[in-house]
């Protein structure tokens, strides 16, 4: 089975700090991605990463930064927390043939931005 | 742009019966993807089941099937002989290939409630 694991279920950070959120994938998958859930509107893609090193915007990057140095993680990185950043924060991963491949969800982190 | 959109925020079945989940796309593309997501109340998103655009036979994975309608640009979810277990938000994504890894277009999901 296919497992993506994120680093915390649940998370509280204060307005300016610097926060990370790790996820990591065993199944040797090119495409990561981070959504970003908030109730009434869905997924929100913010970043997503085809290989390492690479990254592209989503629909909604401003405020976030994204980093892969290794194929198996993808880390999602606010620079300064803010009180609208607050949200469940999905990570996902999928095969190499765009489009085509099912993407495969973490459990997700609810950030709380005080 | 794609747009995806589900006109039900909640629906609410009884235990065993039929349910159809409604969901409406907007693309000019002619090859593309679209999958239904569930996301139990544990918050872990699963993959109930996916179509290609380019296949006229709808999808189905047991208890779960679609009505796929190109034409109309529809894509709804049946689920038959509901289960408690089927409680869930459902999520509709749509998503073309090629062009780069892009993410998933989602909807804004259904709230789905099971009557014991």
């Known amino acids: 089975d296919v497992k993506v694991t994120q680093s915390s279920r649940y998370l509280v950070k204060r307005t300016g700090e610097k926060v990370f959120l790790e996820c990591v994938q065993d199944?040797?998958?090119?495409?990561m991605f981070w959504y970003r859930q908030d109730p009434g509107l869905g997924l929100r893609l913010i970043y997503f990463?085809?290989?390492?090193?690479?990254?592209e915007k989503g629909d909604i990057p401003e405020g976030y930064s994204v980093s892969r140095e290794k194929k198996e993680r993808f880390s999602l990185i606010l620079e300064s927390a803010s009180t609208n950043q607050t949200s469940m924060y999905l990570c996902?991963?999928?095969?190499?043939?765009?489009?085509?491949?099912?993407?495969?969800f973490g459990p997700g982190t609810r950030l709380t931005v005080l | 742009a794609q747009t995806v959109t589900q006109s039900q925020p909640e629906m609410s079945v009884q235990e065993a019966e039929t349910v159809t989940l409604s969901c409406t796309y907007d693309?000019?593309?002619?090859?593309?993807?679209l999958f239904w997501y569930k996301q139990p109340p544990s918050r872990q998103m699963i993959l109930v089941i996916r179509?290609?655009?380019?296949?006229?036979q709808n999808a189905t994975e047991n208890r779960f099937s679609v009505n796929f309608q190109k034409a109309a640009k529809s894509f709804s979810l049946k689920i038959s002989d509901s289960q408690l277990g089927d409680a869930a938000m459902y999520f509709c994504?749509?998503?073309?290939?090629?062009?780069?890894?892009?993410?998933?277009?989602f909807g804004k999901g259904t709230h789905l409630i099971i009557q014991p």
């Open positions: 693309t000019s593309e002619s090859d593309y993807y």
């Open positions: 199944m040797d998958h090119e495409n």
């Open positions: 994504a749509y998503r073309t290939p090629g062009g780069g890894a892009d993410g998933l277009t």
């Open positions: 996902a991963s999928s095969f190499g043939d765009r489009g085509r491949d099912t993407q495969y």
């Open positions: 179509q290609e655009a380019y296949k006229q």
């Open positions: 990463s085809y290989d390492v090193k690479m990254k």
